[in-house]
Structures are given as C-alpha cells and as structure tokens.
C-alpha cells in the first residue's frame, strides 16, 4: 500500500513502481458505438425489470384477493410473529406474567393488517391467551373479511369463503368441539404453522403449550434468530470502526490505490458490458417465452438455468483477440500479494463499507414511506376509502417467495445464482469491466457510482428498494479502486450473498 493514490484522471502519471498507463484494446469510435447500445438497453432492461415487479406485485395482490395464499417463510408477519411466540415461551419459562405476555400478543394484533392475516393473530390468541381470546379475535376478523369482500379491490366472494370456512373451523376448534380432517387439512393448507398451530387444541390441554412450542420452534428458533441478529449488530460496529479508521487513513494519505486506470481511447471492456446486458435482454426475452409454454416449476428452473449461459459474455475481450493474461490482468483477475491476502481484504472491506450499505437501505425505507404517504393523501384528495389490505405486510425476499413456490430445489438453484453466478459474473462486467473503462476517463468516485446505479437497475427490485442493491455497487467498486484485483469485490460480494442464503436456508431447517 506504498503507491501514490491517483483519483485524478486528469493525470497523466501512474502510481509510483507501475506501468505506464495505456489505452485498453479498441478504439473511440467503437467505444461510441457500445455507448449507442448500451444506454438505451440498459434502459429497456430497467424498464423490464420493473415492469416484471409490477406484474409480480399485481399477481400476488390478485391471488390474496382471490384465494387464501399460505403464509410465506419471509413476509414480515410470518416472521416477526415466530420470533414473538418463541420470545413468549422463554418469557414463560422466566416466570413471565399474564400482563406481559399480553403485550406480546398486542404486539402480534397490531401487525396484523389483512383479515388473512387477523385471522391467524387469532391462533396466536389461542396459543398465548386462551380459547375466549382467540374466539374474540376470530369475530373480528370475520368482520374485516366481510368488510373486505364489499370493497370492490376487496376479496374475492371465493377468498372471503375460505376465510369464512376457516373462522368457523378454528371457532369450532377454540369451543371445544371437533372439526372433520378435510377442515383441518384445510387449515394447515392455508395458513401454515398458524393452522397447526390452532390445531393444538386437539391435543390434551396440559400438552398443549409443548405442542405448540414444536410448531413454531420454540427457543431454538429464537437462539437462530438471536445468533444471527448478534453477528450482525457485531457486523455493523465492526464496519463502522473499520469505516472511520478507513477515512483517517484515506484523509492521511495511509491508504492508496492499487489500481492503475487505462489511458483514454481503448473500448473491449465497455464493449463487455455492452454485449452483456444485450445477451441478458435475450434471456429474459427467451425465459418469458419459455413462461408461456412450459409451466412452473420447470419454467422457472429454465429460466434460472439459463444464466449460466452469460459466464462466457464476461471474456469477450478473449473472444475477439485480447490474450488471456492481457485480460485477466485488466480485468484485476491477479493477486500479486497472494490471493488469501486479497480475500482477507475483500472481507475487511466489505464490513468498512456497511455504513454505506446502512445508508442506502435508509434511503429505501424514506423512498417507501413517502411513496405510500403520497398515495395516502391521493386517496383522500379522491374523496376514496382506501383500499383494504389483503396480500401480506411488508416486502418478501425474492428467496424466501423462491423457497415458497418451488420448495427447496428453487432456493439451491437460486443460492448458487448468488453465491457463485453473481460474484463471479456481475464482478467481471460490471467492476472489471465497465468500471476498468469508466475509470480511465472519470474520478473514481464518479466511475463507482456510475457502475453502481447500471448495478442496481438490473435487478429485479421495486426501484424505491434498490438503494442497499446501489449501495453494494459502490462498495464492491470501492474494493476494485483499493485493491487493484477483483478478488476482494468477488470475495465481498460473496460473502454478502452467501450470508442472506444462509440465513433463509437455517430459518428454514429449524421451522
């Protein structure tokens, strides 16, 4: 870390012991010409992306309105409910009172937005509280449906039947009396582990609380939980220290790049990134056409196999002629200090960057609050009652609706998408590339965030939830300009991906 920093493209020297710098393969004209395809695809890609979030957002509204979905494993009702139920069976076993587990489960009614959703606060009642509790909650849910079914975005006449059907069933249940098998089949088919979960009142009362202890996980569940919210707040004070030390150091002149930009002039690595998002348009365009003739699951296993075929698109320097070391030491595929050296600081550099990363999921959450704000005050500028929530509350992970649709072969499909495809391939592209490029000709922070919004709009994200994705794009091309090797952005970007599929996957096995 001896070199002298250059941020400045305007200079023509190269950090002290390197070579000089030296335009990339190519030319401007065909430079010009990767521009003129890159722009507007990258813009259809977007748009494509956020139009598949609608329809997804759309479809999924539309299957709550129009039958009762099952719970799935990541939406924030679901969750945030089994971490209260296993937090009250600890609290039972501290000596907890009556008054206290109340508060867990007021806790548990305010988060319940849709009828769905009250129906199965209601089997939470019964678990914490008592039979007459859950009865109380049951009546007013079967209010909400009601309700739900006269609007005209409301539930369908089929979903609020179900609905109905389940109440009757679960009152049954909290009454003392006994349902038929079809009904209780019908219970766990709908609502998960909250119909197991009223299905407990089957079971003789002393072994009641141990049934349904079993059901949600009891203290292992919260022990998972707690285990892994402690590594992370570990995670982010880590970060946070390595963060100010990192500016000292930059601010000092400590901590220079490794990173020895191209001169002005080449084109072979914006042409990469120009010949991947068109080869990326071409798989979704195919994957839909796929969607229409094959059915799910097989589609969407399709369609996820099909990215693979994108790993050859990130050498296309090699492709048209550039020598293969010439490539691998341009795109910063080399560890000149060693390659556990530059996996030690692709780890200390992704912690120093999630202060960054904290931003961005900030500024997410301000874009959301405000949108739905806005819409609030349209509604009662319309003179509108607003329309009722009937889908779960809060964003899905798009793993956890994975795990949900296709079970555990969809989630291993998509973990080695983000945990191998994605380090390995968006690294390549999108920081050695069309950073390597950028940065021959803008200051560095420039080239990172450029590359990091192309970054965040290829995903498939609401666009007010893109900011932690964008945030990862800085981060990844802050490691690229510190590091000179790509192997700290790969190792970063993996070990990000690799936490969040591990998680799913760990919640999953202990539920």
């Given at each position: ?7 400045d493209p305007s200079?023509?020297?190269?950090p ?6 030296r335009?990339?393969p190519?030319?401007r ?6 521009w003129?395809?890159?722009v ?6 977007a748009?494509l992306q956020?139009?598949s ?6 479809r ?13 494993p ?5 969750l945030?409910?089994r971490i ?11 000596g ?6 109340g ?8 988060s ?11 089997a ?5 509280l ?8 049951l009546e ?27 109440i ?6 909290y009454a ?5 098998d079809?009904e209780?089949a019908?219970l ?5 582990l909250f ?6 009142q089957?079971v ?7 049934a349904?202890?079993a059901?949600?996980?009891g ?5 998972v939980?707690?285990g892994?919210?402690?590594?992370v ?14 500016c000292?150091m930059l ?20 042409e990469?990134?120009a ?20 059915a ?15 790993v ?7 492709m ?5 070391r ?7 595929l ?8 530059e ?13 960054i990363l904290?931003?961005?999921a900030?500024?997410s959450m301000v874009?959301?609050f ?6 609030g005050l349209?509604?009662a500028?319309?003179g ?11 964003p ?8 949900g ?6 989630l291993?499909?998509f ?7 994605a ?6 592209v999108l920081?050695?590339?069309l ?28 666009v007010v ?9 800085v981060i990844?091309?802050?490691l690229?300009?510190w590091r000179?090797?790509l ?13 969040i599929v591990?998680l799913?996957?760990?919640l999953?096995?202990?539920?």
């Open positions: 870390m001896d070199e002298q920093m250059q941020t200079l023509p020297a190269a002290q012991g390197a070579p000089p710098r335009p990339d190519g030319s004209t065909v430079a010009l010409l990767a003129l395809i890159l507007p695809v990258v813009l259809v890609v748009g956020q139009c979030v609608v329809v997804a957002t759309q999924a509204d539309a299957s709550a309105r129009s039958t009762v979905p099952p719970p799935a990541g939406d924030a009702f679901t945030s409910t209260m139920l296993a937090g009250a069976s600890v609290l039972e076993d501290l907890a009172t009556p008054g206290q587990i508060q867990v489960q007021e806790s548990v009614d305010q319940a937005v849709s009828p769905t959703e009250r129906v199965r606060a209601a939470v009642a019964g678990r914490l008592d039979a007459d509790a859950a009865r109380e909650r007013q849910a079967a209010e909400a449906v009601l309700a739900a079914q006269m609007h005209e975005n409301g539930l369908s006449d089929e979903a609020g039947a179900q609905l109905l059907n389940d009757d069933a679960m009152d049954r249940l003392g009396e006994t349902i038929a079809a209780a019908a766990v088919d709908r609502h998960g119909g197991e979960l009223a299905l407990t089957r003789p009362e002393a072994d009641r609380a141990e349904a202890r059901v949600v996980g203290a292992v569940f919260l022990l939980f707690i892994f919210g402690g590594l707040l570990a995670a982010l004070v880590t970060g946070f220290v390595l963060f100010i030390v990192g000292v601010g000092s002149g400590r901590l220079r790049s490794r990173f020895v930009p191209p001169a002005p002039g080449g084109s072979m690595h914006l990469t990134m010949a991947f998002v068109v080869a990326f348009l071409l798989l979704q365009v195919v994957g839909g056409l796929v969607g229409l003739v094959v799910d699951p097989a589609a969407t296993f399709i369609a996820l196999g099909m990215q693979w075929l994108l050859p698109v990130a050498a296309w320097p090699v048209r002629g550039v020598p293969w010439e490539w691998r030491e341009q795109v910063g080399v560890a000149p200090r060693g390659v556990l050296r996996v030690g600081a692709g780890f200390v550099g992704y912690l120093a960057g999630l202060p904290v931003l961005g900030a500024v874009l959301l405000a949108r739905e704000f806005v819409r349209q509604q500028a319309e509108g009652a607003a329309e009722p929530v009937v889908g779960p509350s809060g899905v992970n798009p793993m956890f609706e994975m795990l649709a296709h079970g555990v072969a969809g291993i499909m973990g080695l998408l983000a945990t191998v495809w380090p390995l391939v968006e690294e390549l920081r050695g590339a950073y390597r490029h950028l940065r021959g000709r803008l200051h560095w922070i420039v080239a990172g965030v450029f590359s990091a919004l192309i970054f965040g709009v290829l995903h498939q994200y609401d939830l893109l900011g932690p994705v964008i945030a990862l794009g990844f091309a802050m690229r300009e000179g090797s192997i700290a952005a790969i190792t970063g970007h993996a070990l990000h991906n690799g936490t591990a799913i996957a760990v999953v096995g202990v539920g």
